[in-house]
Nanobody, 123 residues
Framework: QVHLVESGGGLVQAGDSLRLSCTASVRTFNNYYMGWFRQAPGGEREFVAAITWSGRTTRYADSIRDRFIISTDIARATVNLQMNSLKPEGTAVYYC????????????????WGQGNQVPVAS
């Protein structure tokens, strides 16, 4: 069982930056692969980014490429999502998730989910 705890959400202005963090409370966290998803109000949950625990390989959605950066901190068993130049359409609940499949963009690949973090982006 993988327990994921997220932190870092909150109201920001368009153009601001914000970092979300997700800590995995499992001894063998590096046996899993991590991803971030988001769900806008009234919308479907969509893939944002994924990473291997080594941090060497990443995958991004086209909509946020070059603005968001996913990274890992192995010592803290934490995966971070640095979000820059936020846009109002980025308003969503952001979720981290863990999978046994590397770098998947599909929700169904992820078996464990964090509680979600609200990120409203004001225009």
């Amino acid at each position: 069982q993988v327990h994921l705890v997220e932190s870092g959400g909150g109201l920001v202005q368009a153009g601001d930056s914000l970092r979300l963090s997700c800590t995995a409370s499992v001894r063998t966290f590096n046996n899993y692969y991590m991803g971030w998803f988001r769900q806008a109000p009234g919308g479907e949950r969509e893939f944002v980014a994924a990473i291997t625990w080594s941090g060497r390989t990443t995958r991004y959605a086209d909509s946020i490429r070059d603005r968001f950066i996913i990274s890992t901190d192995i010592a803290r068993a934490t995966v971070n999502l640095q979000m820059n130049s936020l846009k109002p359409e980025g308003t969503a609940v952001y979720y981290c998730a863990a999978a046994r499949v590397p770098l998947s963009h599909a929700q169904t690949s992820y078996e464990w989910w964090g509680q979600g973090n609200q990120v409203p982006v004001a225009s």
